[in-house]
T-cell receptor, first 113, second 114 residues
């Protein structure tokens, strides 16, 4: 069956450390993988997008990697801050299926001062 | 971000009521989406509209009826809902419905069915 799995356990880290979140997928051939941030009571906010033939993408303190052999994406936040505390969602799109985003269940990140 | 606005933010309705959710985007996008987010579950795509035409209906029950009168507005008409339909309903938009387009979400309508 097709699945997208993110760490189901909440991730607690200390301020200043690097947070690493995992997104694994099964039985998909994604065209693109996207990462979103969602705060309580708010809609998801787009962060980064990476194509299936790209290994890595960076934006300020954020870095995404995409390994189609391992069927995994890693999302890193360096020098984490309490304001980074939120739920992070990965989502993928498939070639020729348009903008149909398929989401994982999200990982809750808590950064302690 | 106020690019995608959803109203109302909260809605409580009985199973026999009829109500509508509204979504408006001010980003000049041509694709709009409805998603359902239930507690502890991934976001589920419901409908996709591209240039006002419906291009995806993800096996959604007919008690949910979408309407897209123009590229800036999207409605979700609700009737005879069930308690399991209680959820956060999110609207999103993108430049078009290609696979490489990030989506911009509203803050959702929290729907409770009594």
């Amino acid at each position: 069956s097709q699945k997208i799995e993110q760490n189901s356990e909440a991730l607690n880290i200390q301020e200043g450390k690097t947070a690493t979140l995992t997104c694994n997928y099964t039985n998909y051939s994604p065209a693109y993988l996207q990462w979103y941030r969602q705060d309580p009571g708010r809609g998801p906010v787009f962060l980064l997008l990476i194509r299936e033939n790209e290994k890595e993408k960076r934006k300020e303190r954020l870095k995404v990697t995409f390994d189609t052999t391992l069927k995994q994406s890693l999302f890193h936040i360096t020098a984490s801050q309490p304001a980074d505390s939120a739920t992070y969602l990965c989502a993928l799109t498939i070639y020729n299926q348009g903008g149909k985003l398929i989401f994982g269940q999200g990982t809750e990140l808590s950064v302690k001062p | 971000e106020t690019g995608v606005t959803q109203t109302p933010r909260h809605l409580v309705m009985g199973m026999t009521n009829k109500k509508s959710l509204k979504c408006e985007q001010h980003l000049g996008h041509n694709a709009m989406y409805w998603y359902k987010q239930s507690a502890k579950k991934p976001l589920e795509l419901m409908f996709v509209y591209n240039f006002k035409e419906q291009t995806e209906n993800n096996s959604v029950p007919s008690r949910f009826s979408p309407e897209c009168p123009n590229s800036s507005h999207l409605f979700l008409h609700l009737h005879t809902l069930q308690p399991e339909d209680s959820a956060l309903y999110l609207c999103a938009s993108s430049q078009d419905s290609r696979e490489d387009q990030p989506q911009h979400f509203g803050d959702g309508t929290r729907l409770s069915i009594l």
